[in-house]
């Protein structure tokens, strides 16, 4: 019998024409023999994908969602225990049949102990977490692991758990607390969240690293490492705070396109770089790759399908960006790192008057929520073009739904929160409304005899 894998571990429906949910079973072939065990876990046939043996995880209920992902997390489990299982029994020269793989994968997932054990089974000591991050990423750096939409890693996802795996180890160096997986209770989220926020690390930063923790929780839990499943409590949660991003408005931006840079073409290239991407509310994945093929309708509309999302877009193109594009030969200006860009953002903008003005900024760091003011110019980023765009057309009276076609914000309660508007902006925009302008319709009582309905305009 040949060592299985995952690949052996086949998952079916006990009734595939149910009107109502049936169970799930794994299935294992080996020597002219077949294993089949019920994972417990239950789906409707509709939602149950049988070319990937999984729950349908597409749909836009979150809730359902959720629940089928739990569902496919449980079958991951049951496929790792039992290749866990049958290699052990292989290595332990115990002869194998469907009841000694029944007893110990019962075992595997705490369902029961052994019935009768036929021979000692020798079990490899469990991979620490803090190895298992390690090999996650090595894994995932090789492409042997992708993301539930069979895409490769980001490098900044794979790096934030390579960050999570040295707080840890510090963590352990410090308090002197384990942080393996019976460790990682209720408890020590709660001590670990305040050792973190007593170093005075900010909300997010720390929200960020106990997301990744949650995530790798998960992560190994469908593996078949461990059992626990704390990391499912509904405290158990990454903490946020909205952060204090700027937009530059439109006299903004004109200020920039109008500066002078002539002596200087390095900043005249960044410059014309973050004004395509505040022009047209693209990522400076995309602004940075548009092409001459990308421009249809008499040069009027861009097209193209974002990297992140991989969803086409089409935008229409303002004069000023026809007139950068006309610069460069119809080719935007020659791209530079995300990180240099920034860096020269911040000097280019240095040099507008408009841009020198203090911000003030809140933010809670070490557990206490601070005040600090900010130059202007020492906030954009590349990704400033991108919110400038969209609160300038907000400002504008643009749709929001229309402004969404664009940046693929898919819930207007997100966009909101995205596009910064402040309160007086808010005002002026509900000024302009007839409800608090002034002038409203209001139907008067006709005369005597007289049925018309006449409507004083009331300034």
């Known amino acids: 019998m040949k060592t299985p894998s995952t690949e052996d571990v086949k998952f079916l429906l006990k009734d595939a024409r149910a009107t109502g949910p049936t169970l799930i079973y794994l299935i294992f072939r080996f020597d002219n023999s077949r294993f089949k065990y019920s994972t417990g876990q239950t789906v409707e046939p509709y939602q149950w994908n049988a070319t990937d043996q999984r729950a349908y995880t597409n749909q836009k209920n979150k809730a359902v969602r959720s629940e089928h992902e739990t569902i496919n997390g449980h079958l991951d489990r049951h496929r790792a225990a039992l290749v866990r299982v049958v290699t052990r029994l292989q290595m332990a020269g115990v002869t194998i049949d469907n009841a000694t793989i029944k007893n110990y994968l019962d075992l595997d997932l705490s369902k029961a102990a052994p019935k009768r054990a036929t021979a000692e089974v020798v079990t490899p000591a469990a991979e620490p977490f803090t190895a298992y991050i390690t090999r996650f990423v090595k894994e995932a750096e090789a492409g042997k692991r992708l993301t539930h939409k069979s895409l490769h890693y980001a490098g900044y996802t794979l790096a934030g758990y390579m960050k999570l795996y040295r707080v840890l180890l510090k963590y352990t160096a410090e308090t002197g607390r384990p942080t393996d997986y019976s460790d990682i209770t209720l408890d020590f989220y709660h001590q670990f969240k305040l050792w973190l926020t007593g170093r005075g690390l900010t909300l997010n930063y720390v929200g960020t690293l106990l997301k990744d923790l949650k995530v790798m929780l998960k992560q190994s839990h469908a593996d078949g490492l461990h059992n626990s499943t704390a990391y499912q409590h ?28 002539s002596t200087n073409p390095r900043l005249d290239r960044i410059r014309d770089l973050f004004l395509i991407g505040a022009y047209t509310g693209l990522r400076f994945s995309d602004f940075s790759q548009l092409r001459p093929e990308n421009i249809t309708h008499e040069g009027r509309i861009f097209t193209r399908k974002t990297i992140k ?21 119809g080719i935007p200006p020659r791209t530079i790192s995300n990180q240099k860009l920034n860096t020269y953002l911040k000097e280019l903008c240095k040099l507008a008057d408009h841009l020198t003005e203090g911000v003030e900024l809140g933010r809670t760091k070490g557990g206490v929520r601070q005040l600090r003011y900010v130059p202007k110019w020492d906030l954009v980023t590349s990704h400033t073009a991108r919110r400038s765009f969209a609160t300038n057309a907000y400002l504008a009276g643009v749709n929001p739904v229309m402004i969404m076609k664009v940046t693929g914000h898919r819930s207007e309660a997100v966009f909101l929160r995205y596009i910064k508007v402040s309160s007086e902006q808010n005002a002026l925009l509900l000024l302009s409304h007839p409800h608090f302008s002034g002038v409203t319709s209001v139907p008067m009582k006709p005369a005597l005899g007289d049925q018309r309905v006449e409507t004083l305009e009331m300034a």
């Not at 509904?234 to 840079?261: C, G, H, M």
């Not at 999302?309 to 004069?319: C, H």
């Open 234 to 261: 509904k405290d158990f949660k990454k903490l946020v705070e909205d952060v204090d991003n700027i937009y530059l408005s439109d006299a903004e931006l004109t200020a920039l396109y109008n500066l002078d840079l």
């Open 309 to 329: 999302t991989f969803e086409k877009v089409s935008i229409p193109l303002n004069p000023n960006v026809l007139s950068i594009l006309a610069k460069y030969e």
